[in-house]
């Protein structure tokens, strides 16, 4: 049984709807050892023969077998392992890959068997150093003579240890001296045991091997015998065969990236402006929250939180306001939550008289842990019959030295509504004020237990109307514990709290920030949109600029798979850079914006976290990633004849 036979191959190509054969019924024998010499005038059906032996045509009608197996029904997935086992390329163009050195194009083979990266190493050197260019293996295919790069073509054919070689013309670029070092390097590897194809029309190479087949009109017109088939030895492959790694497709997407980095680099560019935009708008988003937060907590306590209760009336009545022990006690209850405290908010202000000064008071609560001690520029907290006053009342009593009024008595009047007539009622103290708020903004305070006397005394009925709610931990605990709170329903299944003073007004306020910072990401986005054009379009040109790469590699057995892969990992990689690129350019614009707020504000008004640059990396890897699904696609799908036919 021969090595390699050809069963009645036939095959036709349809133009313009008219059917013309090629090849008319081929009957061959092939064994190893043989330099075979496929002899022909251009047009004559050598080339369609020679990709039908390589597995890269299996639109036949016939048989091929190899040791009695047929390839006619192989899977394109078996046919890939057959080509990258089997089969090795010398193409008349050389065929090297432009962007890859000498010893990486030779390496290329080698990604597809189990050797290890330094086994990888040692072979191509080998084997560069066995055609000659061993001084030359860190060169690129532009820097070599058409003879040396036809020697890298051989090197990479035998870098896989295939059984067969198949020579396309190899000769047929070289002037006299080259070709007679190409086949005496041919007629080297015959000797070696393996068979050799060589598909020629010059009849000086035919005469080099040890067979001439002629084929002329799709058909075989002579089969001589020159000498005999060199002697085989039946030794086992040093290593076997497989799938080229994804890692091996990372490295050469790699390679390529590098070679075009200057084209690269303005991709990378336009494709970073996006994602520039939207890290810009996310780190000015956080910092006009921080600005807002900080301004207010530096007034008030942000984990202490005031809790009232959810009246469904336009203007409710004290009492409706009223909480009690019961509410106090839910409260307490919840995780999270450290002390409740009662609390009072006069919603119908109140006046403050000092002989014939009148000073008007449009906020007037009790005093607790919502505001801070360290607000009290001089004095201190209110105890009993005391108030604290912000700075603005304070300069209405004392324009010159408004700190000089600690200390001073004056007459509280609280204007109140009771809960029997709702009528309104005027209740009156003496308090002497204990400190003044370094705030034009802060509420005038007094003590629970000023107020509860005050209305004891008019035989008022008083109880808070709002808790003061202490909560464990940092401020970030504070926004779970509010949800706990309005998760809370009453009897008739409702809301049963909501949060009033400045916590509610911090969450608002959050709020309408994050919609405006949505609204400028949703804007700054649009760019992205273009940055996906952008590479959709660049990934096709660069499909178009490599379809001969793509042949080389599905000849040498590369899988559509691999191809697909290839080009994903190129996008990915612009993806990455861009967003690398995009984050430093944030970053730089941060210090820049923050030093002069810094100077303005004191404070850093824009502040990009380490969750916006990443959040911004994985946008841009994944916007790559789907926009080079197309273009991946349509390169797995060229057809390698096809492309390797193409200039």
Same mark, same amino acid.
């Given at each position: 049984?021969?090595? *390699?036979?050809?069963?009645? &191959?036939?095959?036709?190509?349809?133009?313009?709807?008219?059917?013309?054969?090629?090849?008319?019924?081929? +009957?061959?024998?092939?064994?190893?050892?043989?330099?075979?010499?496929?002899?022909?005038?251009?047009?004559?059906?050598?080339?369609?023969?020679?990709?039908? &032996?390589?597995?890269?045509?299996?639109?036949?009608?016939?048989?091929?077998?190899?040791?009695?197996?047929?390839?006619?029904?192989?899977?394109?997935?078996?046919?890939?392992?057959?080509?990258?086992?089997? %089969?090795?390329?010398?193409?008349?163009?050389? #065929?090297?890959?432009?962007?890859?050195?000498?010893?990486?194009?030779?390496?290329?083979?080698?990604?597809?068997?189990?050797?290890?990266?330094?086994?990888?190493?040692?072979?191509?050197?080998?084997?560069?150093?066995?055609?000659?260019?061993?001084?030359?293996?860190?060169?690129?295919?532009?820097?070599?003579?058409?003879?040396?790069?036809?020697?890298?073509?051989?090197?990479?054919?035998?870098?896989?240890?295939?059984?067969?070689?198949?020579?396309?013309?190899?000769?047929?670029?070289?002037?006299?001296?080259?070709?007679?070092?190409?086949?005496?390097?041919?007629?080297?590897?015959?000797?070696?045991?393996?068979?050799? %194809?060589?598909?020629?029309?010059?009849?000086?190479?035919?005469?080099?091997?040890?067979?001439?087949?002629?084929?002329?009109?799709?058909?075989?017109?002579?089969?001589?015998?020159?000498?005999?088939?060199?002697?085989?030895?039946?030794?086992?492959?040093?290593?076997?065969?497989?799938?080229?790694?994804?890692?091996?497709?990372?490295?050469?997407?790699?390679?390529?990236?590098?070679?075009?980095?200057?084209?690269?680099?303005?991709?990378?560019?336009?494709?970073?402006?996006?994602?520039?935009?939207?890290?810009?708008?996310?780190?000015?988003?956080?910092?006009?929250?921080?600005?807002?937060?900080?301004?207010?907590?530096?007034?008030?306590?942000? +984990?202490?939180?005031?809790?009232?209760?959810?009246?469904?009336?336009? #203007?409710?009545?004290?009492?409706?306001?009223?909480?009690?022990?019961?509410?106090?006690?839910?409260?307490?209850?919840?995780?999270?939550?450290?002390?409740?405290?009662?609390?009072?908010?006069?919603?119908?202000?109140?006046?403050?008289?000092?002989?014939?000064?009148?000073?008007?008071?449009?906020?007037?609560?009790?005093?607790?842990?919502?505001?801070?001690?360290?607000?009290?520029?001089?004095?201190?907290?209110?105890?009993?019959?005391?108030?604290? &006053?912000?700075?603005?009342?304070?300069?209405?009593?004392?324009?010159?030295?408004?700190?000089?009024?600690?200390?001073?008595?004056?007459?509280?009047?609280?204007?109140?509504?009771?809960?029997?007539?709702?009528?309104?009622?005027?209740?009156?103290?003496?308090?002497?004020?204990?400190?003044?708020?370094?705030?034009?903004?802060?509420?005038?305070?007094?003590?629970?237990?000023?107020?509860?006397?005050?209305?004891?005394?008019?035989?008022?009925?008083?109880?808070?109307?709002?808790?003061?709610?202490?909560?464990?931990?940092?401020?970030? #605990?504070?926004?779970?514990?509010?949800?706990?709170?309005?998760?809370?329903?009453?009897?008739?299944?409702?809301?049963?709290?909501?949060?009033?003073?400045?916590?509610?007004?911090?969450?608002?306020?959050?709020?309408?920030?994050?919609?405006?910072?949505?609204?400028?990401?949703?804007?700054?986005?649009?760019?992205?949109?273009?940055?996906?054009?952008?590479?959709?379009?660049?990934?096709?040109?660069?499909?178009?600029?490599?379809?001969?790469?793509?042949?080389?590699?599905?000849?040498?057995?590369?899988?559509?798979?691999? &191809?697909?892969? *290839?080009?994903?990992?190129?996008?990915?990689?612009?993806?990455?850079?861009?967003?690398?690129?995009?984050?430093?350019?944030?970053?730089?614009?941060?210090?820049?914006?923050?030093?002069?707020?810094?100077?303005?504000?004191?404070?850093?008004?824009?502040?990009?976290?380490?969750?916006?640059? %990443?959040?911004?990396?994985?946008?841009?890897? %994944?916007?790559?990633?789907?926009?080079?699904?197309?273009?991946?696609?349509?390169?797995?799908?060229?057809?390698?004849?096809?492309?390797?036919?193409?200039?």
């Amino acid at each position: 049984m021969a090595y *390699l036979q050809l069963q009645d &191959i036939h095959k036709s190509y349809q133009v313009d709807h008219q059917e013309f054969h090629v090849l008319n019924g081929i +009957n061959l024998a092939f064994e190893r050892g043989e330099f075979v010499s496929i002899l022909g005038e251009s047009g004559g059906g050598k080339t369609t023969l020679m990709n039908i &032996i390589a597995g890269l045509d299996s639109q036949y009608t016939g048989d091929v077998l190899l040791n009695g197996k047929s390839l006619k029904r192989d899977t394109a997935k078996e046919l890939d392992q057959y080509r990258r086992s089997t %089969i090795g390329f010398v193409f008349q163009s050389f #065929n090297l890959i432009s962007h890859l050195t000498i010893r990486d194009n030779v390496l290329v083979s080698l990604e597809m068997t189990n050797l290890s990266h330094h086994e990888q190493l040692q072979r191509a050197d080998h084997l560069l150093d066995q055609v000659g260019l061993s001084d030359h293996k860190n060169k690129y295919p532009n820097q070599l003579s058409g003879g040396q790069k036809q020697r890298v073509s051989i090197a990479r054919a035998l870098a896989s240890d295939p059984d067969i070689i198949i020579a396309d013309e190899p000769t047929g670029a070289l002037d006299a001296e080259n070709t007679d070092e190409i086949l005496q390097l041919l007629n080297q590897i015959a000797k070696d045991g393996k068979l050799v %194809i060589a598909v020629t029309h010059s009849q000086v190479v035919a005469n080099y091997g040890t067979r001439i087949v002629h084929l002329a009109n799709g058909l075989i017109d002579d089969d001589r015998v020159l000498k005999p088939a060199y002697p085989v030895e039946n030794t086992q492959k040093p290593f076997r065969d497989k799938v080229a790694s994804s890692r091996s497709m990372a490295t050469m997407a790699w390679h390529h990236f590098r070679y075009n980095l200057k084209r690269n680099l303005l991709i990378m560019f336009g494709a970073a402006i996006g994602i520039f935009s939207v890290i810009l708008m996310l780190g000015l988003g956080n910092g006009t929250k921080g600005y807002i937060n900080h301004e207010i907590y530096s007034q008030i306590n942000p +984990n202490t939180i005031q809790v009232a209760k959810n009246v469904n009336a336009d #203007n409710p009545t004290p009492k409706e306001t009223r909480l009690t022990t019961h509410d106090q006690k839910r409260l307490a209850n919840i995780a999270g939550v450290k002390h409740v405290a009662p609390g009072y908010f006069a919603t119908g202000g109140g006046q403050l008289k000092s002989g014939q000064q009148t000073v008007t008071l449009s906020l007037l609560q009790t005093f607790d842990n919502t505001l801070r001690k360290s607000s009290i520029k001089a004095g201190h907290a209110p105890k009993q019959n005391e108030i604290l &006053i912000s700075k603005k009342e304070a300069k209405q009593l004392n324009k010159n030295h408004p700190n000089q009024v600690v200390g001073q008595k004056v007459t509280l009047y609280l204007n109140i509504a009771n809960d029997q007539t709702q009528a309104p009622q005027v209740l009156q103290q003496e308090v002497t004020i204990s400190g003044v708020a370094d705030s034009n903004n802060l509420p005038d305070a007094v003590s629970y237990g000023t107020l509860k006397a005050m209305h004891q005394a008019a035989n008022v009925p008083f109880g808070p109307n709002y808790l003061a709610v202490d909560i464990t931990g940092g401020v970030q #605990n504070v926004q779970p514990v509010q949800n706990k709170i309005k998760a809370l329903d009453n009897s008739k299944h409702k809301q049963a709290y909501q949060i009033t003073g400045a916590g509610s007004i911090v969450s608002i306020l959050n709020t309408y920030v994050n919609l405006a910072v949505a609204v400028l990401t949703s804007i700054a986005a649009i760019s992205l949109l273009v940055s996906a054009i952008m590479i959709i379009v660049v990934l096709y040109i660069s499909v178009s600029e490599r379809t001969k790469e793509i042949g080389i590699l599905r000849a040498l057995g590369f899988s559509k798979g691999n &191809i697909r892969k *290839l080009f994903i990992f190129e996008a990915v990689f612009l993806g990455f850079f861009s967003a690398l690129f995009a984050i430093v350019l944030a970053y730089l614009v941060e210090w820049g914006v923050d030093s002069l707020s810094q100077s303005g504000i004191h404070y850093h008004i824009m502040q990009i976290s380490v969750g916006n640059a %990443i959040f911004g990396l994985a946008i841009s890897v %994944i916007i790559c990633l789907l926009a080079a699904l197309l273009p991946a696609r349509k390169a797995a799908k060229v057809d390698p004849i096809v492309s390797l036919s193409a200039e």
